[in-house]
Every structure is written in structure tokens, then in C-alpha cells.
């Protein structure tokens, strides 16, 4: 089945430091793909949708400039944390989909765990 | 605004038994509705969807969920519990806007 790589699985990292988080689709072609945060014992929370070429479109209350998108081809998207605080620590997981998450299925990555000291 | 609700955060089952997790939906328009399995560490597998056709939606692994729109519910359940079953569960929902909202979670507990 479709299969959706991220990359790295767990990261730990100083304060200031900027993160970069990988999100792959193995054997498909992904028109969209969203990246969310999870925190710990909580739900997903939709942070962003990323269509190929074009400009990630943010969910309300997630700063544009701290959670840098890049989706360079229909493989491959890309997270990156600016500066990452403490509070930045979270779980983050990305997902593909080819058409409409209504219509197809949505393949999720294993997530990466982020830990800012 | 859409919205799912999962009533209670974490559920304990003895194997053999039945598995009920509960969850109502608000949603202005006829919604679609999903179950979601998490197991730790690791991304989000699809269980079930419910699209408008049947109101009984039969999923993987023994699972199947009910969509009751009197109840505004689509609670999910298994007839015979197994240990490989115990992970964290979500419902969500969407409207039709291409964005899916999910529930807190509930975390489900196989007792041996």
C-alpha cells in the first residue's frame, strides 16, 4: 500500500536551533499534503496544507514564519522550525493524499517527536 | 463549525469482550465521519469512513461503526476485544471543505 516516509523520527535539539522535518511520499504522487502537531494525550491539530508549487496554506494561530513549508515536488514537503523554543516541542505528523482527502485516502507519516532543551 | 467529541479518554476492555468507543459529531451539512487508529510513536491508520451510503460502515480489523444521525453519533465497536487492539483511537469529521477535524482520542486497554 501507499506509503508515506518521514524523516527524522525523533530529534532532539538546543534552543535556537532551526529544525527540519522531512515528509515523503514513497510510492505515489501526492497532490497535498498537511503537516499537524500533536501534543501529548491530545488530538491533531491541523497546522497547515501544502499543495505542490504553490504556498502553504496555515490554520489560524500558526505563525507563518516559525513553521516554514516547502513542497518542492509531488514527493516531498518539508516543516521547518525557525528558532525552535521549548514550547515548540511537540509530536509533528505530516500526510499525503492524491484529489480530495473526501474522496481518497490520506497516508499519514510514522511523525517525528521534536525535543527542544 | 464541525467538531467531534469523544466521551472518555481512556477505555479498559478484558479480552473476548466487547469493544464500544463512543463518539457524537456536530456538523451544519451531512458530514463524513472517521475512525482513525494510533498506535505509539507511529502515524494515523484509517479504520473506517463513513460517506453517505450505508449507515453501518464496516472496517478493518473487526472494527464497524454505526452512523445514527437522530443521536448524531458514530461510535465504533469490535465484538471480541484482542490485545493487539489496545492503541489510541480518534473520530473525526469533516464538512466537505477538505480538511479533517479529529477528536481528542481515546486510549483503549485490553486487560488480559
Known amino acids: 500500500g501507499a506509503v508515506v516516509s518521514q524523516h527524522p523520527s525523533w530529534v532532539i535539539c538546543k534552543s535556537g536551533t532551526s529544525v527540519k522535518i522531512e515528509c515523503r511520499s514513497l510510492?505515489?504522487?501526492?497532490?497535498?499534503m498537511f503537516w499537524y502537531r500533536q501534543f501529548p494525550k491530545q488530538s491533531l491539530m491541523l497546522m497547515a496544507t501544502?499543495?505542490?508549487?504553490?504556498?502553504?496554506?496555515?490554520e489560524q494561530g500558526v505563525e507563518k514564519d516559525k513553521f516554514l513549508i516547502n513542497h518542492a515536488s509531488l514527493t516531498l514537503s518539508t516543516l521547518t522550525v525557525t528558532s525552535a523554543h521549548p514550547e515548540d516541542s511537540s509530536f509533528y505528523i505530516c500526510?499525503?493524499?492524491?484529489?480530495?482527502?473526501?474522496?481518497?485516502?490520506?497516508?499519514f507519516g510514522d511523525g517525528t517527536r521534536l525535543s527542544i532543551l | 463549525a464541525q467538531s467531534v467529541t469523544q466521551l472518555g479518554s481512556h477505555v479498559s476492555v478484558s479480552e473476548g469482550a466487547l469493544v464500544l468507543l463512543r463518539c457524537n459529531y456536530s456538523?451544519?451539512?451531512?458530514?463524513?465521519l472517521f475512525w482513525y487508529v494510533q498506535y505509539p510513536n507511529q502515524g494515523l491508520q484509517l479504520l473506517l469512513k463513513?460517506?453517505?451510503?450505508?449507515?453501518l460502515v464496516k472496517g478493518i480489523n473487526g472494527f464497524e461503526a454505526e452512523f445514527k444521525k437522530s443521536e448524531t453519533s458514530f461510535h465504533l465497536t469490535k465484538p471480541s476485544a484482542h490485545m493487539s487492539d489496545a492503541a489510541e483511537y480518534f473520530c473525526?469529521?469533516?464538512?466537505?471543505?477538505?480538511?479533517?477535524?479529529f477528536g481528542k482520542g481515546t486510549r483503549l486497554h485490553i486487560l488480559p
Open positions: 500526510s499525503a493524499t492524491v484529489g480530495r482527502i473526501l474522496d481518497q485516502p490520506q497516508h
Open positions: 510510492d505515489f504522487q501526492a497532490t497535498t
Open positions: 501544502s499543495n505542490e508549487g504553490s504556498k502553504a496554506t496555515y
Open positions: 456538523s451544519s451539512v451531512p458530514p463524513y
Open positions: 463513513y460517506t453517505s451510503a450505508a449507515t
Open positions: 473525526a469529521v469533516s464538512d466537505r471543505d477538505d480538511k479533517i477535524i
